[in-house]
């Protein structure tokens, strides 16, 4: 695309909802491995609601098909929800590497093999997260987020993995559930003073 553009491109922002979060920065990973052109023109990452270290449906999935694979009279119930794509079960704990899942039952109970990538250098990373509750300490915020990414995920503060978002390039907003990032306008005022270099 960016050799295809009819003038020269000399800036990408990339901007990911949701699993285009984690596309986003797997592909600037891949990208970048290669030494493709593209990745050197990427200026600003935004990611909306990405679940950075995993979904709770993904996880809730894994474990109910992981129970219904323990009986031969449930089984077929198993195979039928274990039938969902991979990108669907890299949603588990955010993976982005193929060496994520290569040589490990994608369907074992909750077994998380997910490697650090760091964000690209060179580029300025910002991520939106929301909860159903306007704190998002509030326990049903901290519970269901904004019912499919959970609030600490999609700012990548989790206990064992972390990403370092620079402290002003984060934002929280509530209550406010997983979809509305796409098009609600205090998200989209987020991004453009972020994107024009206004703190906030």
């Known amino acids: ?64 098909a992981w129970l219904l694979g323990r009986s031969d009279i449930t089984r077929p119930f198993a195979d039928a929800l274990n039938a969902r794509s991979l990108g669907v079960k890299d949603l588990r704990f955010g993976s982005l590497r193929d060496e994520d899942w290569q040589g ?44 499919l990414v959970r609030e600490t995920s999609a700012s990548g503060r989790g206990c064992v993995r972390r990403m370092q978002f620079p402290l002003d390039h984060g934002r929280h907003f509530g209550p406010m559930h997983h979809f509305d990032l796409l098009n609600h306008p205090d998200v989209y005022d987020q991004m453009r003073r972020w994107l024009a270099g206004r703190a906030g």
């Not at 490990?104 to 997260?129: I, S």
Request: glycine share 12%; proline share 6%; charged share 15%.
């Open 104 to 147: 490990v039952d994608l369907d074992a109970l909750l077994v998380n093999r997910t490697g650090q990538v760091p964000l690209l250098e060179g580029a300025a990373h910002y991520f939106v997260a929301a909860t159903v509750t306007c704190d998002p300490r509030h326990p049903l915020g901290v519970a269901v987020g904004d019912l």
């Open 1 to 64: 695309m960016v050799t295809a553009w009819p003038v020269p491109v000399d800036e990408l922002i990339v901007i990911g909802h949701s699993m285009g979060g984690l596309v986003s920065r797997s592909g600037c990973h891949y990208g970048q491995e290669a030494g493709l052109d593209w990745v050197r023109r990427v200026r600003h990452v935004v990611f909306l609601g990405s679940p950075h270290l995993g979904a709770p449906l993904e996880k809730a999935a894994n474990v109910t």
